[in-house]
Nanobody, 124 residues
């Protein structure tokens, strides 16, 4: 069993930065791929970024490419999402997810473990 806890959300002005963290319990998490998803008000949950178990491969949705970076520290059982040049349209609840497979995946149905979410609000 894996338990995920996100942190680092908050209120930031457009153009600013935030770094989200996802701390995982469970020794096997270091062998799982991980991802970040988000849900904006009135919208469905959408894929943001995914990272393979080793960190060697990453994939991003087009709207965040060049602005967001996903990374992980397996020694700390933690996955990060560095968000730069934030825009008001990035406002959402951000969720960390764990995939028992080892490779990246953009589909939420591939993920078995989910955190409770952290709110990110970007003001214009």
């Amino acid at each position: 069993q894996v338990h995920l806890v996100e942190s680092g959300g908050g209120l930031v002005q457009a153009g600013g930065s935030l770094r989200l963290s996802c701390a995982a319990s469970g020794r096997t998490f270091s062998r799982y791929a991980a991802g970040w998803f988000r849900r904006a008000p009135g919208k469905e949950r959408e894929f943001v970024a995914s990272i393979s178990w080793s960190g060697g491969r990453t994939v991003y949705t087009d709207s965040v490419k060049g602005r967001f970076t996903i990374s992980r520290d397996n020694a700390k059982n933690t996955v990060y999402l560095q968000m730069n040049m934030l825009k008001p349209e990035d406002t959402a609840v951000y969720y960390c997810a764990g995939n028992t497979g080892s490779g990246v995946d953009i589909e939420s149905k591939a993920y078995s473990y989910w955190g409770q979410g952290t709110q990110v609000t970007v003001s214009s």
